[in-house]
Structures are given as C-alpha cells and as structure tokens.
C-alpha cells in the first residue's frame, strides 16, 4: 500500500471523499480550516458540494438537508464552531439522521487559545446539544486514523442512524505523517428508503422530523433510540492496548495525549516500572469493559489528558473507583511533555501499590 | 535503532516549515518512520515558527520535539529558547549571518554557516533555508543525498518546476562550505 | 360537477390553525401550484418553527421539520443535493426576519435556486402574542405591553426591501390575502415563485401579509381590515425584485 505524507486535518477530507462523500459544509476557524480548502479544491472536480456557509449554525443545518435526503455529509469545526453546531446536532440525533461532525479542538472557554485541547470531552461524549442523545465518538491518535476513522465514523452513523464526532485535537489536525488511504468508494447510488427525496407520487410522504408534541410518543422514541445505543454500547467499542499484559499502572489517554504516554511507557518499562496503556478509540461508547477488567489486575490508573479531568471522571465511572486513579493533565494549549508523564506513571505506581 | 528529533526555528517567512517538510518528504522517501508538526496560528504570519521533524527507524511516539538532537536556528529568539533543551552531544545548525552571538554550551557541536550571505551571494536570497538544511544533511547523515532530491521533486509543485535546480544549488552550497 | 375540491397536494389532516387565520388560505395557495406544476412528486417542503410548524403534516411532498429559522440553511442542502427536485420553505416572520434573518439573507445572496413562502403577521403567534421583528411601532403585544416603541425596540424590517439590495434574489414580491382579489394576485406570484425554479432562475421569495385574529385580539373582519388600515401602509405590496423585468 502506497503512503503518502499528509496533515491530518486534509486526511479527513480526503478520507470522507474516498468513503463517497460529496458534500460538505464548513467555515472557517482554527485549527482545522484545512479540510475546508481541501474540500474547496477538490469538490468541484468530482462533482461535489462544498459550500462556505454563513456561519457554522447554517453549515450543520445544511449538513440536516442533505443527510434527509439520504447522501452522506459532514462538516468541520473547532470548539466554538461546534458549540454553535450543538443545535444542529441534536436536531440530527432527534430525526434519526447520521452525519459527520468533525471537531478539532483548541483550548476554551470562551473564545480560548487555538493550540490543541481536549476540553470538548463531556461536550461530545455527553451528547453534544439539548436533550437525551449521543452522537458516536471516534477519537484519532495518529494521521493513519484520522483517515480510518473518518470512513468509520460514516459508517457507524449510517448503521445507527445517528451523528459520529471525529473529536480530534489541533495536533492531530496539523501534523504530517505518512498515511495509507483508504479505498475508494462510490457514492451510494440508491437513497435508503427514510430518505426525503420527493415521493414520485409512489409512496406517502417522508418526513425528517423531531417534533413529537405528544408526550407518550415522544418518550416511546427516546427509549427505542436508548435501546439503539445499547446496541452501540454492545457491539463498538474500540481501544487499543499497548503493554498491558503484565501492566501495574494503566495509562488511560487518547488523541495527542495518547502519543506522548506511548514514550513516557517506554522510559518507565526500561526504569523497570510495570507501565501500559489503554486508549480508548471510541470516547461515547466508552471502553468501560476493558478499563474494568484492568481494575483487577493493575495498582493504579493515570488519565492524561488535556482538559481539567474530563476523562479523569469516566475512568472512574468504568472502573467503580476500585483503584486510585491519578491524572496528568494540562490545559489551555498545553501538552504535557514525556517527562511530566513519566513522573506521573512514577507517582501512580509508588503511590497505588502502596494502596494495595 | 536509528532515530533524529529535530527542531527547525526562526522567523515565519523564512521557509523553515519547508525545511521541515523535505525532511519529512525525504523520510517517507526512505521509509522511515516520521512526523512533521508546525506551530500554528497568528504566529505564522511574520513572528516566530518552527517545525517538529522526527525520522525513525520504529513507530512514533509523540510528535512534539521537546529535546532534539539536531537543532537548525534562523533568528537569535529560536536559539536563546532552544539551546538549553539540545539533547547532549547533538548538534546545532545556526545562520550565523542572522545570529551573531555563539553558543553557550560546550556539551554539543555548534555548525556556524552564514547561510543568508552565502544564498545572497548565489543570487538566491530566499534559499538560506536550504544552504543551511544543506549543511545539517550533510552533517548529520539523517537523511540520503538521492532522497533529499526525491523529497524536493515532491515538494515542489510542478508550476514552479524552475525552483527544484535552485533549491538543489543551495543545498550543495551548504554541503560544500566547509564551517 | 366538481368546482372546487381539496388540492391533491394537501392531506386530509385537519389543520390547526385558528379561525380567520390566513395560513390555510396560503397552504392551500402553495398546494394548488403543486398541483397545477405537476410537482407533487419531487417536490420537498421545508417546515419552520412557529405557527405553521405542523405544516409538515399538510403537504403530501416529502418533508422536513427545520430548527428555528434554518429553514433556508436546510433548503440549501437539499437542493445542492437534489438539484432537480423542487424545494421551498414556508417560515413565519420570526423564523425568517428574526432568529433566521442570518439564513434567509446568505441563501437570498447566493441566489440559492429555492422558494420561499414568507408569512408575516406581525406577531409571534404560536408562543401566544409576542412582539415581531415585523411589528408595527405602536403595535401592543405581550413582550410590547405599551406598545413597540422604536427608542427601546427599534423599527420593523421590509424583508422584501433589505433583500432587494443584494444581486442574489430573482424574484422578490409582497402580496396578501385579505380579499378574493389579493387571494388570486398571491396565487400568480406563488406560482411564478415556483416556476422560477423550475426555470433555474435563482432565489425567489413571497412575502404574504397575513392576519392574526388570535393574537392581534380582532375579530376575523376586523383583522383583515387592519391588514389594509395599518399594515399595507407600512409595508406596500408590489414587485421589489423580479430579474426578467
């Protein structure tokens, strides 16, 4: 398979027109403005759409009308374009529609900073907009998955029929590496019979909708739509390992994050600390299973992250607290270096297998 | 195992983000194992900027560089922050046309090669990136000759197809001048 | 023999609407060119949220059920989509001219090949009686008790003026339906509102002034009255923008 060097955020972009996507919505902002202009260059050639919309409250909402009509779609943002698309998104969940959602992530509140931040955590995995739902997301460690995951993540939105969040970070966005994309597919030639695309006088009309004005209905579908992501819960979850066989201290980290552990690891294995790490791929559904399992066998945990311990509370959850679990976080732009992670895997592995 | 770490810094402008990119370029060439991360946003646009470049013979970990073995400097503010973070026994590249103070450690080797003068004098003023990339491949051996040219076909798009011959002259003037 | 008959392109869903407003009169307006066209069958409907949210359940097309003033955002979708099917919108004055005004104004300057049906009342009727982006100074309504003020609520828009500024729009038109003689001018300017996009011509909107007996506190007579007394005055009726002409 041929590699070829590319940042991360035109891997996406490239990625998404290879899965046979042909729209997409977007405006401008950083760190990820680059799927735009890819999109910009490339979309005209093969009879796509790209559109700069108005701001990124239209760019969802035109990324609704497409996905009513069946076609695969997606859009691009950063933090605070994404909590302008919340809107949007949860309109998406409430009609049943699947759409990419991209979020590159730059340091927040507010307007922030525009360096790489993992602070949008509970925003995507706690369901990102009003009301009960999730959207699946996908979080990309490396070039190569932010190509693969952005086919996933249509998958996986189509299968369920729901949005999937590639929630990435501005490294992940702007740093090069080779990558092996992915194969080309046709855009799908038949609309999936939910599809609004006019009904030829055939059949009764279709109709995109999320109001439900009274209330049994409206409970009835919230619940089957639970029953769905049970079905997520079950069947999707992705996390990889990385020396976990004999691991004391658990690393839990993912994006970025997950990079710099992977060397800090390598610097405690040869100090003869017992370190591995479990990243989760998927962040909603989240590698509960996996994480609890480790709880029986490791001494500690260590999140690394970087927002204020986003991630922090969900290992908790999925472990039962019945280990310590230590954090190494920095935020606002900051990235932790391998040291500071190193010391933190010494700190947790002193000071969880003191606890034992 | 095979591994460089490497920091490419200056003032934006200077074309150091590309420096950065016929390494990464060249590392693909080879099949190595490599990142290339930029600093990014405003400071693009006239302040500082750097570049990240790691070739490996194994995955890459992190992609931030926090202790490089080689460093490449084009502006006194790059090397006053990165002097003190060169790992032990690693090598500094320095335009000494634009930086004129020397550096202060003993524990790694200091390459002083007027790059600017020497790209001005070739009558390519834009290209001290490359003489002062020249020097560092040639110095370091992190990546192959035929490579480096492969990587520069690559790079550089075809409608400017005129600048691989120059960039290539720079290059082989940092290798020849003898620091 | 048949005279008059329920359009095709209408359900037989009982409408909601209250008595003597205009929005039947209007769906069915849109219905009857549906019919007349011959695009029932590829034509998709955007409904917005206000008092005509439901319409979603009155038109026999495909539809879709948009955001609070996304509607045209929606629309743009769908036809860069389906470029071939035939796509409208039908929003309130709320929707449209207020929390949608950023959606209405991008797709009517990029000329985005849709049809708007743009129902301006004066008044946010479905929350029960707010004040408007549209409503008249002086007009009293719940959130304007003493009536708009322009100092503190500044001036009621003209959605077909402000648009007429840009180079986007094809087709820009103000009509009404308070009598059978407006009723049939609104239906000529609907349908060539449809047929323009039939015709690729581009962005075509029809603001329709319209009555709300519930909430202007009239009875149906007296609200149709008003719609001539007070609102034609402020906002006249007439071509604002028509690219073949």
């Known amino acids: ?356 | 195992m095979r591994e460089n770490q490497i920091i490419i810094a200056g003032f934006g402008g200077q074309g150091l983000l590309f420096s950065g990119k016929v390494l990464a370029y060249a590392g693909l060439h080879e099949g190595r194992h490599l990142s290339w991360l930029p600093s990014y946003g405003p400071e693009m646009r006239g302040g500082t900027a750097n570049c990240n470049v790691i070739l490996s013979d194994r995955d890459v970990g992190s992609p931030i560089v926090t202790h490089p073995d080689i460093l490449m400097v084009m502006n006194t503010p790059s090397l006053d922050k990165y002097e003190d973070e060169v790992q032990p026994g690693g090598s500094i590249f320095i335009d000494s046309s634009l930086i004129t103070r020397k550096v202060r450690r003993t524990d790694v080797t200091a390459h002083y090669i007027p790059a600017t003068q020497i790209a001005v004098d070739l009558g390519l003023p834009t290209l001290a990136n490359m003489v002062l990339l020249g020097a560092l491949v040639k110095d370091t051996g992190c990546i192959e000759d035929e490579s480096l040219k492969a990587s520069l076909e690559q790079v550089i798009p075809a409608r400017r197809a005129n600048m691989l011959e120059l960039n290539l002259k720079a290059l082989q003037a940092g290798k020849d001048y003898d620091a | 023999m048949i005279v008059f008959e329920k359009p095709k392109s209408l359900t037989d869903a009982v409408m909601h609407y209250c008595p003597g407003c205009t929005h039947g009169i209007v769906h069915r307006l849109v219905a009857e060119t549906i019919d007349e066209l011959g695009i029932e069958g590829k034509t998709i409907g955007i409904a917005p949220v206000g008092c005509s949210v439901l319409a979603y359940n009155y038109f026999t097309c495909d539809m879709i059920e948009a955001a609070h003033g996304r509607a045209p955002a929606v629309a743009t979708g769908v036809k860069r989509s389906l470029p071939d099917n035939i796509v409208f919108t039908y929003q309130g004055d709320g929707d449209l001219a207020s929390i949608g005004m950023c959606e209405t104004i991008h797709s009517a300057a990029r000329g985005e090949n849709i049809t708007i049906i743009f129902i301006n009342n004066a008044i946010y009727g479905m929350t029960g009686g707010q004040m408007a982006p549209t409503s008249l100074i002086g007009q009293i309504t719940q959130t304007s008790p003493y009536g708009r003020n322009a100092d503190t609520q500044g001036y009621p828009i003209r959605v077909c003026e402000l648009l007429s500024e840009l180079d986007g729009p094809a087709y820009l038109e103000r009509v009404t339906v308070n009598s059978v003689p407006q009723v049939k001018n609104a239906k000529r300017a609907i349908k060539k509102a449809f047929q323009n996009q039939i015709d690729g011509k581009g962005f075509s909107l029809v603001e329709v002034l319209s009555s709300c007996p519930t909430n202007w506190g009239m009875t149906p007579q007296d609200a149709l009255k008003w719609i001539d007394e007070k609102m034609i005055p402020y906002y006249p009726l007439g071509v604002f923008k028509d690219k073949e002409g």
């Open chain 1, 1 to 356: 398979m041929e590699k070829v060097l590319m940042k991360g955020n035109e891997a996406i972009a490239e990625a998404a027109i290879r899965a046979g996507c042909r729209h997409y919505f977007g405006y401008p902002i950083t760190p990820q403005t680059e799927v735009a202009a890819y999109m910009a260059k490339r979309m005209p050639k093969i009879d796509g759409v790209f559109l700069q919309a108005e701001s990124e409250i239209a760019a969802i909402n035109m990324v609704y009308g497409v996905s009513a009509t069946g076609k695969r779609v997606m859009t691009s943002s950063s933090s605070p374009g994404i909590a302008l698309k919340t809107e949007g998104i949860s309109y998406l969940a409430g009609a049943d529609l699947p759409a990419l959602i991209v979020n590159v992530q730059r340091g927040g509140p507010g307007l922030g900073g525009i360096q790489p931040s993992q602070a949008d955590y509970f925003l995507a995995t706690r369901g990102p907009g009003h009301g009960d739902f999730h959207v699946l997301v996908l979080a990309p460690s490396s070039v190569q998955e932010m190509a693969d995951l952005t086919v996933r993540g249509f998958e996986l939105a189509e299968k369920y029929r729901m949005p999937a969040m590639l929630l990435a970070d501005g490294t992940m966005g702007q740093m090069m590496e080779p990558v092996v994309l992915p194969e080309e597919q046709k855009p799908a030639a038949k609309a999936p019979g939910w599809a609004v695309t006019g009904t030829e006088c055939k059949r009764p009309h279709n109709i995109a909708n999320s109001l439900y004005l009274s209330p049994a209905e409206l409970e009835r579908l919230n619940v089957e739509r639970f029953e769905r992501y049970a079905e997520v819960e079950k069947n999707e979850v992705m996390w990889e390992e990385f020396m976990m066989d004999d691991a004391e201290v658990c690393v839990v980290s993912c994006g970025i994050t997950a990079r710099v552990s992977r060397n800090a690891i390598i610097e405690a294995r040869a100090m003869g600390i017992k370190a591995g790490m479990i990243r989760p791929i998927t962040l909603w559904p989240f590698p509960k299973k996996p994480l609890l399992a480790a709880a029986d066998k490791v001494n500690a945990f260590l999140t690394v992250e970087l927002s204020m311990g986003q991630m922090h509370e969900d290992v908790e959850l999925a472990i039962r607290c019945k280990k310590p679990v230590y954090m190494c976080n920095r935020v606002g732009g900051m990235i932790p270096s391998p040291d500071e992670v190193l010391n933190s895997i010494k700190k947790a592995a002193e000071e969880g297998g003191k606890a034992q």
